[in-house]
């Protein structure tokens, strides 16, 4: 058993150095971080998978341990498609240590203010943790699931910038969610996604002459998307 582990990691891992495999554990829990200690207090509805997750749930009625990996499946099957089986064995690595970085914030009391009475600082601050925490983690050639899969192959399949692509998304659901959730949630929710997608853009197009991260493939990055061409 422990061997089957070992190569699987190995697998997973074949590509990357040490830094980078440190880069996407520190993204992961910074995402995290943001997620439990801000979204999950303040109730801030999101776009993307999770979003999709709730809108199926509340008009259909479908469980969402049932609907959110058959969402992740269909998002990484179009990344494969056009990100390429390194970008999916990546994903892996930080999909999974996302959830382990989660679980630990778990175990310990929640480490900021309550901010429900403050949705305004609530949306900025859990847009900046969740932009950071990702764009680490897309910067290293991963994603934190389905929703970084879907906006990075819509951003290679029609050369927008990346930030555009995640706007594009979030954007569709919360439009949608607003057929059973309250305009001044969806408003906050909004900046959320906003601050987020821009620093995710910014972070993962930062061009790092030293060391440039083991992105979905070295080849020269298109000036418009931040992505490989």
């Known amino acids: 058993m422990k061997t089957t582990i070992t190569k699987f990691f190995k697998k997973i891992t074949e590509g990357l150095t040490v830094k ?9 829990a910074i995402y995290s971080f943001g997620i439990h200690n801000i979204h999950q207090r303040v109730d801030i509805t999101e776009g993307g998978v999770i979003g999709l997750m709730l809108l199926a749930e509340h008009w259909l009625g479908f469980s969402p341990a049932l609907i959110t990996p058959v969402l992740d499946v269909a998002c990484y099957l179009l990344a494969f498609r056009y990100l390429g089986k390194k970008f999916i064995r990546t994903s892996i690595l930080s999909t999974a240590c996302v959830s382990l970085c989660y679980g630990i ?9 309550d901010l429900s009475d403050h949705p305004l600082a609530a949306a900025l601050l859990g847009g900046a943790f969740v932009g950071a925490g990702v764009g680490i983690i897309v ?20 050369h927008c910038r990346l930030s555009k692509a995640y706007l594009f998304t979030d954007i569709t659901v919360l439009l949608l969610s607003l057929s059973y959730i309250p305009l001044q949630r969806i408003a906050f929710s909004l900046i959320t996604v906003t601050v987020s997608s821009l620093l995710i ?21 298109n000036s418009d998307t931040g992505l490989p061409d």
Do not use: K, Y
């Open 105 to 113: 914030w778990e175990r310990f009391p929640f480490l900021l203010p």
């Open 20 to 28: 980078h495999v440190l880069f996407i554990m520190a993204g992961a």
């Open 139 to 158: 910067r290293q050639g991963g994603s934190s699931g389905g929703d970084d899969a879907l906006a990075l192959a819509i951003s290679r399949i029609s």
């Open 201 to 221: 853009d910014r972070i993962a197009d930062f061009h790092s002459t030293s060391d440039p991260a083991p992105s979905h493939n070295r080849r020269s990055r």
